[in-house]
């Protein structure tokens, strides 16, 4: 069983370089939504298999055991294994809830923020200028949506290119990406190797947004531009949106740019193999989480004298 455990534990690490390549070979939107969709997976079943090992572990204490009404004791490996192993799941754990719980309250703290400021603005449709020495400009989610730039960032770009970074955050509220990167943040408390590719979710939704944009503008080089414009003039100011508030000047922009001058031709087709690869990781963390959980389920019945071994 210990070495079962395992499985969810350790695949996570082979995720991040396998994000790398899907970026460059997937389309932004499949490689947005397969990405998120792995990393939930590895981070459930890493959540899971932890769990596994900490009930595991309570139940050799007599009082827990006595508790989960034991009649028989319950069969794990040496618990020279288990109970050290449970003990360090037990702080892992622990810690993981502990900075979810704080990211959780500081990214809403500062959505809350986000939103009141914005709300004492006058919009014009969705778009609200906040009287700012700071550039910026992201996309705020909630009802309604609402693009937020601030004056200092409107007065480092011109006309056209104010207009294509409107068409950016558009994009990202059109196509929920906040969900994408909320997902994102929360796989990244359950395992380190998940903060990797939060960091390929979070370009991956970029790269969505910068092709939105460029269909909708009709310009791909002027989505460049206004992008490496933007990003150039936010790099001193130290943003306090929330992280699953996208922005047009987040994640790698040289690679964003370089990405939307290439030919839309010469770009790298969607490849099967590294959807599968992504898959089956997921599948296989998936798999050995359920099989823990069953194994240590019929364990405790057995131990309860309702199933014979």
């Given at each position: 069983m210990?070495?079962?455990?395992?499985?969810?534990?350790?695949?996570?690490?082979?995720?991040?370089?396998?994000?790398?390549r899907a970026l460059d070979r997937l389309d932004p939107v499949a490689a947005l939504w397969t990405l998120t969709a792995v990393a939930l997976v590895l981070a459930s079943a890493c959540a899971a298999a932890l769990g596994v090992l900490v009930l595991t572990g309570l139940l050799k204490i007599p009082a827990f055991a006595a508790l989960g009404e034991l009649v028989h004791p319950l069969r794990t490996p040496s618990d020279a294994v288990v109970v050290p192993a449970a003990t360090v799941a037990a702080g892992v754990l622990t810690l993981g809830v502990w900075t979810l719980v704080r990211s959780a309250l500081?990214?809403?703290?500062?959505?809350r923020t986000a939103r009141t400021e914005a709300g004492r603005r006058p919009a014009a449709g969705d778009l609200?200028?906040?009287?700012?020495?700071?550039?910026d400009a992201y996309a705020l989610p909630g009802r309604p949506h609402r693009i937020v730039?601030?004056?200092?960032?409107?007065?480092?770009l011109d006309a056209a290119e104010r207009e294509a970074l409107?068409?950016?955050?558009r994009a990202h509220n059109r196509g929920g990406h906040h969900y994408f990167l909320a997902a994102a943040e929360l796989a990244a408390q359950c395992h380190p190797a998940l903060r990797a590719t939060?960091?390929?979710?979070?370009?991956?939704?970029?790269?969505?947004a910068d092709e939105a944009a460029a269909?909708?503008?009709?310009?791909?080089?002027?989505?460049?531009?206004?992008?490496?414009r933007a990003a150039l003039a936010g790099q001193a100011s130290r943003a306090t949106r929330p992280a699953f508030a996208p922005a047009a000047t987040t994640g790698p922009v040289p690679q964003r740019v370089a990405a939307l001058l290439a030919s839309p031709g010469g770009r790298p087709r969607a490849t099967r193999r590294i959807a599968l690869l992504l898959t089956a990781c997921a599948v296989l963390s998936a798999t050995a989480a359920t099989a823990d959980v069953l194994?240590?389920?019929h364990e405790v019945e057995v131990a309860q004298g309702e199933e014979s071994r």
């Open positions: 210990i070495l079962l455990l395992l499985v969810p534990l350790l695949v996570p690490f082979a995720a991040p370089p396998l994000a790398r500081w990214q809403f703290g500062a959505f609200c200028v906040i009287d700012s020495p700071h550039p730039v601030t004056t200092a960032m409107l007065r480092s409107f068409a950016h955050e939060r960091a390929a979710i979070r370009l991956a939704a970029e790269r969505a269909d909708a503008v009709g310009d791909r080089r002027l989505i460049a531009r206004a992008i490496a194994t240590v389920h």
